[in-house]
């Protein structure tokens, strides 16, 4: 796997997962490379594979197949291999938007995997690939996550993306008498999700469009059992249904303050959307995310041959 420019964010902990989870297949031998100057921060998901000496130093000269995602990683490939169409790339999609994984790739095949169905539908719209697009359901396990507070307090903001309406919403809601938190700049992992866990509300606001929105934070939250309020995404991923287990408005601060106090406020309405959301993390267990992944292992030879024979046929114009 190349990864060329490591962040802290949702997309890089699926990357992360999705590297161990292959590791651990009899079948596959999965090394993973960065380039020397790469600085990894102590919140990094990728310093403690560095750590257990699986940061290869150089780039195998021929790998079987080669995993990438965004633009970073295209680039570095490119000066790496030169653009090889017989080396087998597998490519990992976590948004919508061509500057996270590169106009170049449109142009090479590769095997197109993309994180979620509302990642794969707004691709389908907006990009022309010659290839299939596979697609990995969205996966959390709920043992990775803090233990629930006994006595949960506030409301939590999740507006790393937007501060400036997330501290709107929070200025709102204190001037309502709740107590809120939040997130302005981006936080640790392990800080959001402590945060979650201690908050009675959480208002997560939408990724900016095109981004990674890979649901993590939104299904943290149902997992955790902590009543989920959200502004309306430009491309639904399906993953809350309004009054069942969340409520979904649109991106304004008094909408969504409102909507963050009633449910603050109305204990039997926040149970069922609880529960719902409990209902709603056992159909997105990793189990079923491995389960497709091998699928597509398993007939990688097809799957690069159909990918390469796309792109070998001439486009017949009308």
Known sequence: MLVAEPGLGSASHKLAQIFVDCQQQASLRMRLWMPPSTHLSPESPWLSLADSGQLLARPHPAPALLILSDAADWLAANQIYGERPDLPRLHLLHGADLRHWGHGALAQPAIRLAFGEGVAAALRRTVAFKEPLHVLPMALEPHDLPRPALVRQGVLVLAGDHPALGLAVQQTLLERGLPCRCEVSTWSRQRWQQALAEAVVVVVLASPYGLPGLGLRRLAAMALGTALVMEERRDDDGLVRNGQNGVVRLGDARELAQAAAEVY??????????????????????????????????????????????????????
């Open 265 to 318: 406020k109305d204990d039997q309405f926040r149970q069922r959307l609880v529960q719902g959301g409990h209902s709603t993390v056992l159909r997105y267990r990793t189990a079923l995310e491995r389960l497709r992944l091998q699928a597509v292992l398993n007939d990688l030879p097809a799957h690069w041959s159909q990918a390469r024979a796309a792109h070998l046929n001439p486009v017949s114009l009308p």
